[in-house]
C-alpha cells in the first residue's frame, strides 16, 4: 500500500479553492491530515467500500482515497470546487473518481453501507452546520470519518448514539491554514480539529 508518507506528498499537488466562499467555509485539508485519516481507513478494510467524500471541495480527501484503490463518489454543493477537483485528480495521476454536485441535505441516492470521508464546515459561520454531513452519514455508512473543531466530542458522541451509531475512534489533527477570509487578521493560524471514525451498526453490504 502506498505509505502515509508519499501520499501526502501526492496530495501536495493538490490545489486550494480559487475563490473560497466564506459561507461555506472552505478549507482545504493539509495533505498530512488527509494522509493520516486515509492511511487510517485503509488500514481497518474501511476503503475496500465504497467511498463516498461529501463537501469534497477541490477534493483532497476523495482522489487521496481513490489513490489508496477506493472506489470513489466526491459530491459538494460549489460547482466552481468541483471543477478544480477534477483538474486535481487528473493532475495527480489518480484513478477516476465519480463527481456529484448536491447538497448534503438533499442527497441523490449514492448507495447504502458506504464508508463517508468528511471535513464539513465547521459551523463557525453557521452554528449547526456541521449537522446535515453527521445526518447524511447515518444515512449512508457504515462508517464515516468526520472532521470537527476541537470540543465536539460530546456533540458527536451524543449525534451517534441517538441515530445508532458509536463512535470507534477519536484522534486530533492540527491545520495550519493561510489566512484566507478578510475577516482573519493573523496571516496563518493553527486550528486544532478532531478527527472521529463513527461505526453506523449497519452491517456491510
Ligand atoms: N473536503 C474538502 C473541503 C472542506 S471545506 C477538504 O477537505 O479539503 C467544506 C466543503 O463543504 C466546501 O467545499 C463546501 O463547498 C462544502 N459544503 C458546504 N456546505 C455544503 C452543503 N450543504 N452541501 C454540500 N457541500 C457543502
Known amino acids: 500500500m502506498t505509505s502515509r508518507r508519499t501520499l501526502a506528498r501526492t496530495l501536495e499537488s493538490v490545489a486550494d479553492f480559487e475563490e473560497p466562499d466564506p459561507a461555506l467555509e472552505q478549507y482545504l485539508t493539509p495533505p498530512e491530515v488527509t494522509a493520516h485519516v486515509l492511511h487510517f481507513a485503509a488500514l481497518r478494510g474501511d476503503l475496500d467500500r465504497r467511498v463516498v467524500d461529501l463537501g469534497t471541495g477541490t477534493g483532497t480527501l476523495a482522489i487521496g482515497a481513490a489513490v489508496l484503490g477506493a472506489d470513489v463518489v466526491g459530491v459538494d454543493v460549489d460547482a466552481s470546487a468541483l471543477a478544480r477537483a477534477r483538474e486535481n485528480r487528473r493532475a495527480v495521476g489518480a484513478p477516476p473518481i465519480e463527481w456529484v454536485r448536491a447538497d448534503v441535505g438533499f442527497l441523490p441516492l449514492l448507495a447504502d453501507g458506504v464508508t463517508v470521508v468528511s471535513n464539513p464546515p465547521f459551523g463557525a ?28 466530542r460530546t456533540f458527536v458522541e451524543s449525534f451517534a448514539a441517538d441515530h445508532g451509531g458509536a463512535v470507534s475512534h477519536a484522534f486530533r489533527a492540527t491545520f495550519e491554514l493561510d489566512r484566507r477570509f478578510q475577516f482573519h487578521e493573523e496571516s496563518s493560524r ?16
Do not use: C, K, M
Not at 480539529?193 to 452491517?203: L, N, Q, T
Open 190 to 205: 493553527t486550528i486544532e480539529a478532531e478527527v472521529f471514525r463513527i461505526e453506523w451498526g449497519r452491517s456491510d453490504p
Open 125 to 152: 459561520q453557521r452554528r449547526g452546520a456541521d449537522r446535515p454531513f453527521l445526518e447524511a452519514a447515518a444515512e449512508l455508512a457504515a462508517v464515516s470519518y468526520t472532521i470537527h473543531n476541537e470540543g465536539s
